[in-house]
């Protein structure tokens, strides 16, 4: 028995012509954008204006609406106050706990800021895009687990982030990750990915790109755009859900490091150590 996804010996899903035929005449053929955008991405081709446009690093963000603190009742009026967690700073400037949920449209963003920043640190080596992988968030971590089993067997050492996208014209799911492949310089030729993205049942039309190791943390972020437009947020939100619930990203196990020299480290010491840096260097 095949230590693999249990879904391996399923029958093939059909997927209709006019289905297929849908998805070919739309984002494909889209004029690239590079609006809002400080750095060209190899897929902005593939979604339209509105979504391309996007990007979590704008200058400004509200702050968060519904920042930690308690409540309290005003002994001269009676009602309930609530007193914001928070610091002031040695400029004397006031500053408050945000909530840092992903419910939070403000603190949706400055997480997802923070995945970013840790995907930078990682050092991946690799943008890989893929098309048509599931319908839902429960069949797209099936698929994409599928996908890692298989290109595994090219790639051993095959590490990667990732996170699905709705496509703009709502004719399917779109994935896009970024790569590593620990100490180990493999070279991934596009026809590995085909050839895993085949045996998975994805979409054929995928995309690859070799990345360069001084890439902003904006350019990571990318996959994660969707989350600063409140239409495309909750789509998002739902669609890369896992059984523990609201993650934002999907991770193989051995993929967040420090630098691509580094230790494995924990997600979550990945986003404190890159956030920070990334703040001391402002
Ligand atoms: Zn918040």
New binding site residues.
Partial sequence: MSNGPAHLSAEPQARSHTFLALYRSSGFTSNPSTRGVSVPHPYLHLSDDRLTGLTLFSDHLEP???PKGRDVINPHTGEIERVAHGWDDTDGNHHVV????NT?P??VVINAQRVAHAIQLAAPTYAIFLSLVGDSAAEIMDHASCFAHYIRRDVPEFQWAWAAEVNPQLTGNHLHSYVHTLDRPYKIPKRVIVKAAQKARLGLKVGVKRLSPDLPADWFGYPLKSLVDPLYAPQFIELNRTRRGVQLIHASRQFWRDGASGPQIRRGEAEAIAYRRAQLSK
Avoid: A, S, T
């Avoid at 945000?98 to 949920?101: G, H, N, P």
């Fill in positions: 968060c609406p519904q945000r909530c840092e949920k939070c403000v603190c």
